[in-house]
């Protein structure tokens, strides 16, 4: 036998009766245009409205005014008038003003004919599960021992930083918080957080970026960046976290300069072996480390072996005539020794007369070289080694620290 069906009025009133006792959702209409067309409890406890004060008002009353401005309550409309349905998790307003997390479903209601008649909405408050997260979030971030900062991407201005970050730069949290990182002067190196930024902006993932930071003693450290683009309060910003790698480098540092020693084979002679693939860096740091021992040592002769360097661009062959050249200011005359054809082919190349230097085949008719130069005097002379583009070098082409 047949279930007797319900007449229609007695289903509407069941489902008007379920609507009006659910307090923990809003649910209400909208008509076409989005004004308020029906107001259940829920809504009344969640939004603070009672029914005769907001049936007939348009439902952007529930949006901040920044979403306002940029017309966001009428993009809702549109796209659940487009796609039947409109979904997300946002910021809405109570009366009076305050804002609340609320989950959002904004359904569209049409006729047999298909036209749209109006909107149905649910709003549920999820303040306090933010409020959760957001809790276990700041824990995690107070406590984390990698140095953690959050500013905004539009001005650059510090949101939080966590305890390991306030070590780091040297500033207390007070000084940092509501100020911009251009106003605190932590990046002596401007340009590379504007790079920094720009890049979270497109989307871009930002993992290990070399970079420097200035404490408030404006010591400078060495640092590598990682940054992810995050949101506070729907305010675009930029979570960063900072590796001090100012040690490592030290030793790293350290250990390419015991790898690579100067030699004193006897009063007044040195050799500097070379071996691998030299950087400018590293060719800096060598050029130092060998006038700094001419110095130490008051040497006359030098002998610098490059059997181990496989070739040379245009900046290391500008640092080795630099180096030959500040040698001779410091008394010291240069010779050189190993060239492998293809490091002689690769300064050839790009310009560079070898012809200026003294080149012998290897480092034992290098130092007997050295040898005879020692048995007799020799007066230094100004330098005349040219770099490849022809200009003269001057002073302020020499290295740091070689004052004539």
Avoid at 64 to 83: I, M, N, T
Avoid at 260 to 267: S, Y
Avoid at 315 to 321: R, S
Wanted: aromatic share 6%.
């Amino acid at each position: 036998m047949k279930a007797k069906q319900q007449p229609a009025r007695d289903v509407g009133e069941q489902f008007r009766l379920l609507v009006e006792s659910m307090e923990d959702y809003a649910i209400f209409l909208l008509d076409p245009q989005g004004n308020v067309a029906s107001w259940n409890p829920g809504a009344e406890r969640i939004k603070g409205y009672r029914a005769e004060e907001i049936i007939g008002r348009h439902f952007s009353v529930f949006y901040p005014s920044e979403d306002v401005d940029r017309g966001k309550p009428q993009s809702e409309l549109q796209v659940a008038a487009r796609d039947g349905r409109f979904e997300e998790e946002g910021w809405r307003l109570r009366k009076g003003g305050t804002r609340f997390w609320a989950d959002v479903v904004l359904t569209a209601i049409r006729d047999e004919r298909g036209r749209v008649i109006g909107f149905g909405k649910v709003t549920r408050d999820l303040t306090e599960r933010k409020w959760g997260e957001e809790e276990k979030f700041g824990k995690m971030f107070r406590l984390c021992p990698v140095p953690l900062a959050i500013v905004t991407l539009a001005e650059g201005r510090f949101v939080e930083a966590n305890e390991a970050y306030v070590r780091l730069v040297g500033y207390p949290r007070e000084e940092l918080i509501g100020r911009t990182v251009a106003e605190v002067n932590i990046h002596p190196q401007a340009e590379q957080r504007t790079a920094l930024m720009k890049a979270i902006e497109s989307g871009q993932k930002v993992r290990n970026v070399e970079g420097v930071l200035r404490s408030k003693s404006g010591e400078e450290r060495s640092v590598l960046h990682s940054a992810e683009l995050i949101e506070v309060g729907e305010n675009p910003c930029m979570v960063t976290a900072v590796q001090d790698v100012t040690e490592i480098k030290r030793l790293e540092d350290a250990v390419r300069e015991a790898s690579t020693p100067v030699l004193r084979v006897r009063e007044g002679l040195l050799i500097l072996p070379l071996i691998g693939v030299i950087d400018s860096h590293r060719a800096r740091q060598l050029t130092e480390q060998l006038l700094k021992a001419i110095r130490r040592e008051r040497a006359r002769a030098v002998v610098i072996d490059l059997t181990g360097v496989p070739s040379m661009n245009l900046t290391i062959a500008n640092h080795l005539i630099q180096t030959v050249d500040a040698s001779r200011l410091l008394g010291a005359r240069v010779i050189l020794t190993g060239l492998s054809s293809r490091a002689a082919e690769s300064l050839v190349s790009i310009g560079v007369n070898l012809g200026q230097f003294v080149a012998l085949g290897d480092l034992q008719s290098g130092i007997e070289e050295a040898e005879q130069w020692l048995k007799a005097p020799w007066k230094p002379s100004l330098p005349t080694a040219t770099a490849p583009d022809g200009e003269d070098f001057d002073q302020a082409n020499f290295p740091a620290g070689t004052n004539p």
